[in-house]
């Protein structure tokens, strides 16, 4: 696991400043602090920078790196889980390697099968790859973007890196908010799709590759295409057992692969099924006990602690537990430069703890993330299903009635948010389950920001991503379109920035392209039957869990923010949100943020959520500043 940057300059002559390059690297040593490395090629108009985390290979694994001849170089970010076979396919076929890393097998592979190279990768990974033959930049982020993958492509250069900031420390990059991005932001908790919060960088989105051809007088092509696609097909022809026993396999295949390593290695435990599963396979094909990390809080019902130690018996893991009483808001400023854009998942807090805790005993920790994706675990998954199912009044009818209906419903009234979804067109609703929903954005930004958005910009994307989706079944649209959003930009950022940021690797055997693959072809009805959730998954892996562990509530990885804004926070929040000059108020109604502070404080709702998104998002005005740079283009595609 490491971090990467590049600069390439389009004009041959035009060297790269090396400057800069060394900035970039330095803005992430927290994800290598174990070694540095830079290359530039011969008319160098082309730098990579590296940080290393040590994994594989610690002694001959020193990047950028190169074929035999020099000719192709690369930096890379991630783990390759089936490198063996690919550098003994690579071998028979005449390529000499210099060290056991899974990096060199990509150059290699590169060699062989040019951009079709990532089609034989199974793991996660960003990387960047320079041909000095062909003149040719090309760059490539994992299925499921578990790795991060920035850049900046404009005027004569191009620049990229694992983290926003490292784009950034380029110079000469303009820190304009994307409005859109910001919209979605407040709309979904995340920026999403190749967006990031500024108009100049982007992001390389899952299961892409991008390349850059040079040309010698200073013109390039610039190009991305996809490699990989979420696909649905369910085979409704085999029965149940065949399934159990198929995932079965393929889960403890995928989990043996990513057991690899030449540092300590451990597991997250939260007590849920996921992570349970994951430490259950990892004890089958370990000769020691596993390393096994969790934690908790003194909230009971924000704590799956016991459920965690009952794994933990049944498999004698070395186990190690911890309850936190998290200072949030001395840890924001620590999330918010980690981050590096608006990011208000309130579970980044246990994650950081998680990650900071296992990090003092291991170097990298296997989690079970991609779960609920993959096999229908969230709670909203039942409540969609019965609206979609249960909801047979004409579309018409229901955007005229609900939606007039809706207004007149006070907001602590438990039916405010059904009867907003009732509104939405029923195959559609799924894109409408957002943190503030299209009439609270509304009344939330100012005028002159809800009249440039142009209405509700943020949920359409997700409605044409629902549109696009070849699923026939309905759940599985809506598990396609979390996969497409949700998880890769909240979750998977959540913890590459959290685990990142206290250089531990955090591993994802569950979201193997291979498990998924096989996971599409199960019927969604073996995935949720009737309200069980991740039917599928328990009844293969039931046999190696504890009964409670299947059957209990799914918790998630939540904190009680609920307790904090009425207790601990409440001054902070009046000081804060209070304060008319907030920073804040250049885009958002201050009148109003004060109403929803006060209806959390009545309990007249349960708005930590929003309100985590408000504190989120002023802690990184005031990081950034942003609120005094001149408004951004807003770019609407």
């Known amino acids: 696991m490491c971090g990467i940057s590049g600069i390439l300059n389009f004009n041959p002559h035009h060297p790269v400043d090396t400057l800069a390059l060394r900035a970039m690297t330095d803005s992430m040593t927290h994800r290598g602090p174990d070694d540095e490395g830079f290359y530039q090629n011969e008319s160098k108009n082309l730098g ?16 950028p790196m190169c074929n035999e001849d ?35 097998t990509i150059v290699h592979l590169y060699e062989e099968y040019g951009t079709d190279c990532v089609k ?58 994307d409005l859109l991005a910001l919209d979605q932001y407040f ?18 989105k899952p299961a892409h590759w991008l390349e850059i051809r040079l040309q010698p007088d200073g013109r390039h092509s610039f190009k991305t295409e996809k490699y990989w696609n979420i696909e649905f097909e369910p085979d409704y022809r085999r029965s149940e057992a065949d399934w ?25 435990l939260s007590g849920g099924v996921d992570s349970s599963t994951v430490v259950a396979l990892m004890s089958q094909h370990s000769s020691r006990p596993v390393k096994t990390f ?46 590096d854009e608006p990011f208000a998942d309130p579970s980044a807090i246990p994650t950081w703890h998680v990650s900071k805790f296992a990090r003092e005993h291991v170097t990298v920790a296997l989690s079970g993330d991609g779960g609920d994706e993959l096999f229908a675990g969230y709670n909203t ?19 005229r009635f609900w939606g007039n209906v809706h207004p007149l419903i006070p907001n602590r009234l438990p039916g405010k948010g059904i009867s907003y979804y009732l509104s939405r067109e029923r195959e559609m609703v799924g894109a409408h389950m957002a943190l503030w929903m299209f009439p609270e954005r509304k009344k939330l930004y100012q005028p002159w920001l809800w009249q440039q958005l142009g209405g509700n910009v943020a949920e359409q994307y997700k409605e044409r991503l629902i549109r696009q989706s070849g699923a026939a079944e309905y759940l599985s649209k809506m598990q396609e379109l979390d996969m497409r959003t949700f998880m890769v930009d909240d979750v998977l950022t959540k913890v590459d920035r959290a685990s990142m940021l206290n250089s531990l690797e955090v591993r994802v055997p569950i979201l193997d392209h291979k498990v998924a693959e096989l996971s599409f072809r199960i019927p969604a009805a073996l995935k949720l039957k009737g309200l069980d959730k991740k039917y599928i998954l328990k009844k293969a892996i039931g046999k190696h869990l504890p009964p409670s562990v299947i059957s209990h509530r799914k918790q998630g990885f939540s904190v009680p923010l609920n307790h904090w804004f009425k207790d601990a926070l409440r001054d902070y929040l009046s000081d804060r949100l209070g304060s008319q000059n907030n920073l804040l108020s250049q885009y958002l109604r201050m009148d109003y943020v004060a109403k929803i502070v006060e209806d959390h404080h009545k309990g007249l709702r349960d708005l930590d959520d929003k309100i985590w998104s408000l504190v989120f998002m002023d802690a990184w005005l005031e990081e950034q500043k942003v609120g005094k740079l001149e408004i951004g283009k807003l770019e609407i595609a």
């Open 381 to 399: 998954y039942p409540k969609l299903q019965n609206l979609h199912h249960y909801n047979r009044l004409p579309d018409a009818f229901n955007r």
């Open 120 to 177: 034989h990768l199974r793991g996660m990974f960003g990387f960047a790859i320079w041909d000095e033959r062909r003149k040719k930049l090309f760059c490539a982020r994992d299925h499921f973007g578990i790795k991060p993958f920035f850049y900046h492509h404009a005027g004569d250069r191009f620049v990229f890196g694992s983290e926003i900031k490292t784009v950034l420390a380029a110079g000469g990059i303009g820190e304009d908010m």
């Open 244 to 268: 159990c026993g198929e995932l079965e396999a393929m889960l403890s295949e995928s989990v043996k692969m990513q057991m690899v390593s030449d540092v300590p290695l451990g597991a997250f």
């Open 294 to 339: 969790s934690i908790g809080f003194k909230e009971k019902q924000f704590n799956e602690l016991p459920y965690a130690r009952e794994v933990a018996r049944m498999y004698g893991t070395e186990h190690h537990e911890q309850i936190v009483e998290p200072d949030s808001i001395g840890l924001l400023p620590v999330l918010v430069r980690g981050y």
């Open 70 to 104: 020099g000719m192709v170089w690369i930096v890379f970010n991630g783990e390759v889980y089936n490198y063996a076979e690919l550098r003994q396919r690579m071998m028979q076929r005449g390529h000499v390697f210099q060290t056991k890393t899974d990096t060199e």
């Open 48 to 63: 990579f920078g590296f940080r290393r985390l040590s994994i594989i290979d610690l002694h001959t694994g020193h990047q």
């Open 187 to 204: 709309t979904y908790k995340y920026v999403a799709d190749d967006r990031s919060i500024f108009s100049e960088v982007k992001k390389l």
